[in-house]
């Protein structure tokens, strides 16, 4: 009779791997392990399937622990897509938010919203975004997602008020 294999219940591998990517000590740990290895005599070839990385990113991190030391293995700023919209820009979509109503650029409501931000972004900027990015943007700058309220400032408590009154007069079917 074999022994029992163990097993990790309450994480997947993509959520162990996610904790590893959101402390920047653990990346540093692990590729300095790698260096390590490597140091040892262990081929980056052979270190690549545990490290679950190319040999070539391997070899590029001894390259910079040689060059640089510890510093060299941190990731480098800048990485990444260039944004679209210029610090300039967007700072006036932060005051946008927070000091302008829609109503004051046409729009039929006074609670900006994410398609609202889409289409005053592409017509002032001329920069077209998809509803989850600009939901990205919006947190990035600061914000954070309120849930809608069944009060609207826009609305007309008399003609909400003669709707109500005329609900309760229709008879109802049994």
């Given at each position: 009779?074999?022994?029992?294999?163990?097993?990790?219940?309450n994480y997947?591998?993509e959520?162990?791997?996610?904790l590893f990517?959101?402390?920047?000590?653990?990346?540093i740990?692990i590729?300095?392990?790698a260096?390590y290895?490597?140091?040892?005599g262990?081929?980056s070839?052979?270190?690549?399937?545990?490290?679950?990385?190319s040999?070539?990113?391997?070899?590029?991190?001894?390259?910079?622990?040689?060059?640089e030391?510890i510093?060299?293995?941190?990731?480098?700023?800048?990485?990444?897509?260039?944004?679209?919209?210029?610090?300039?820009?967007?700072?006036?979509?932060g005051?946008l938010?927070?000091?302008?109503?829609?109503t004051?650029?046409?729009?039929?409501t006074?609670?900006w919203?994410?398609?609202?931000?889409?289409?005053w972004?592409?017509?002032h900027y001329?920069?077209?975004?998809?509803?989850?990015?600009?939901?990205n943007i919006?947190?990035?700058?600061?914000?954070?997602?309120q849930?809608g309220?069944g009060?609207f400032?826009?609305?007309?408590k008399?003609k909400?008020?003669?709707?109500?009154?005329?609900?309760?007069k229709t008879?109802?079917?049994?």
């Open positions: 009779m074999s022994r029992p294999v163990l097993k990790v219940g997947s591998p959520d162990i791997k996610a990517r959101d402390d920047e000590r653990y990346t740990g590729r300095l392990y260096v290895q490597v140091a040892k262990q081929p070839r052979k270190l690549e399937e545990l490290y679950n990385t040999y070539k990113q391997i070899t590029n991190w001894v390259h910079r622990f040689e060059k030391g510093e060299g293995l941190r990731d480098k700023p800048g990485r990444g897509r260039t944004a679209r919209l210029s610090e300039d820009q967007r700072k006036r979509v005051i938010l927070t000091n302008e109503l829609p004051d650029y046409g729009y039929n006074a609670t919203t994410g398609p609202m931000l889409i289409d972004i592409e017509k001329q920069i077209i975004y998809k509803k989850a990015q600009i939901y919006i947190k990035s700058l600061g914000f954070s997602h849930k309220r009060i400032p826009e609305t007309d008399a909400q008020d003669s709707f109500k009154e005329s609900l309760k008879p109802r079917k049994s």
